[in-house]
């Protein structure tokens, strides 16, 4: 999965602290939920800068 894989990113190869991992995975979490009562049709793969404005 995309988030898991940025979170994984951003733990090993950037060496981010625990708790900012964390918050990233909150605030991608609740940011896919949004998006998926707003429609659920929309992937990862889908959302570029003109579909979060």
């Not at 605030?27 to 009562?37: C, M, P, Q, S, V």
């Amino acid at each position: 999965m995309i988030i898991d894989d940025f979170l994984n990113y951003l733990q090993y190869e950037l060496n981010r602290s625990v708790c900012t991992v964390q918050s990233y995975a909150k605030d991608l979490g609740a940011f896919e939920i949004y998006f998926k009562n707003l429609d659920n049709h929309l992937s990862w793969e889908s959302i570029d800068s003109d579909v979060v404005r």
